[in-house]
């Protein structure tokens, strides 16, 4: 691991936004962005894990303020360097913790991030930390999966999510204590790069358990951006939890 840019340094920042897939697609960001930018209602937004700028600047060609907090400092050199990058805010530290000046009307969180979050502690700190920044009616929002537990036959621990000629890729669980790691293989001219990534699972219901600790109320969740259904077969969830007004 990277001491400064945690798990997310130069190797990994350096083939994100190419090896992340499908969450890149333009309609996807399409997606999120105008969902986000309907929260905002002309207002600020934060991110929580900006990363390389995927949501952020499309979200700022949509007209909203926004600024951001990321540990890496490699990923946000990639969001410098693309075009509007330079406008965006961005303060370096850990977003569950780390304030920054403002008011916001909406502070945000996708693509599992949360779960880079490795204890319960951390995590209820995100949910205080993102509602301190929100102004009376302001929204956080979350986008993550739902645990996949359901694919572990009794006995085993890993399941994979990605088998091809040059790459493998599996997770790996610990019903225990709520614990996962991801595990890449990559084979790049013949040598294979192996890196492990840890999280932490954690349940929809446990989410709105962490947001009212935090003095925040379920406004709604859906199954995707374009507001699908949230059900018992959803492998995914976009959840809003809304702080009260004044």
Not at 88 to 112: C, E, H, M
Not at 218 to 245: D, I, M, Y
Request: proline residues 7%; contains cysteine; hydrophobic residues 40%.
């Amino acid at each position: 691991m990277d001491d400064e840019d945690g798990y997310f340094g130069e190797p990994v920042a350096a083939t994100y936004d190419e090896s992340s897939g499908e969450m890149f697609e333009p309609a996807v960001v399409e997606e999120t962005a105008g969902f986000l930018a309907g929260l905002a209602a002309g207002g600020r937004a934060l991110e929580l894990g900006i990363g390389t700028g995927r949501i952020a600047l499309p979200l700022a060609h949509c007209g909203v303020p926004v600024h951001g907090i990321d540990l890496s400092r490699a990923m946000v050199a990639r969001l410098r360097a693309k075009p509007g990058g330079d406008a965006i805010g961005v303060t370096t530290g850990d977003f569950a913790t780390t304030r920054v000046p403002g008011t916001y009307s909406v502070a945000y969180l996708v693509f599992n991030t949360i779960m880079n979050l490795t204890t319960q502690a951390a995590q209820v700190a995100c949910f205080r930390n993102a509602a301190d920044h929100l102004g009376p009616g302001g929204c956080f929002v979350i986008e993550v999966m739902v645990p996949d537990l359901r694919r572990l036959p009794p006995g085993q621990n890993a399941v994979p999510f990605h088998v091809g000629p040059d790459r493998w890729g599996f997770d790996t669980y610990d019903v225990a204590t709520q614990a996962m790691s991801s595990h890449h293989l990559d084979v790049v001219d013949g040598r294979a790069e192996f890196r492990s990534i840890p999280f932490r699972y954690v349940w929809p219901a446990e989410l709105d358990l962490m947001a009212q600790l935090a003095g925040l109320r379920l406004r709604e969740r859906w199954a995707g951006w374009a507001g699908e259904p949230f059900t018992s077969e959803s492998r995914q969830h976009v959840s809003v939890w809304e702080k009260p007004g004044e």
